[in-house]
């Protein structure tokens, strides 16, 4: 059974940082690229960043280039997000995946806040 389980959000400051992570279980965690997702309140989800399985090649969206940095220990199968100079459009429930495994339940995600 395919399982995400993400951890380290909370309520921060406007230019604060924080660290997300994600253990994940039930499949060849080294074999796939692994993405975090965030989802707004009255918005869709949205991929943020995405890392291939090997770390050669990162994505990340406009919105959250040279603040946000992926990186994954493949021996702990887990994704982190390191969050910085967090603005409060940054306020989402963040989720992670391997986006090529689209019917793998999404995990309950970690409440990111950043609010004065």
């Known amino acids: 059974q395919v399982q995400f389980v993400e951890s380290g959000g909370g309520l921060v400051q406007p230019g604060g940082s924080l660290r997300l992570s994600c253990a994940a279980s039930?499949?060849?965690?080294?074999?796939?690229?692994m993405g975090w997702y965030r989802q707004a309140p009255g918005k869709e989800r949205e991929l943020v960043a995405r890392?291939?399985?090997?770390?050669?090649?990162?994505y990340y969206a406009d919105s959250v280039k040279g603040r946000f940095t992926i990186s994954r220990d493949n021996a702990k199968n887990t994704v982190f997000l390191q969050m910085d100079s967090l603005s409060p459009e940054d306020t989402a429930v963040y989720y992670c995946?391997?986006?090529?495994?689209?019917?793998?339940?999404w995990g309950q995600g970690t409440q990111v806040t950043v609010s004065s």
């Open positions: 039930g499949f060849t965690f080294k074999n796939y690229a």
């Open positions: 995946r391997a986006p090529t495994r689209q019917s793998d339940k």
């Open positions: 890392m291939t399985s090997f770390s050669t090649a990162n």
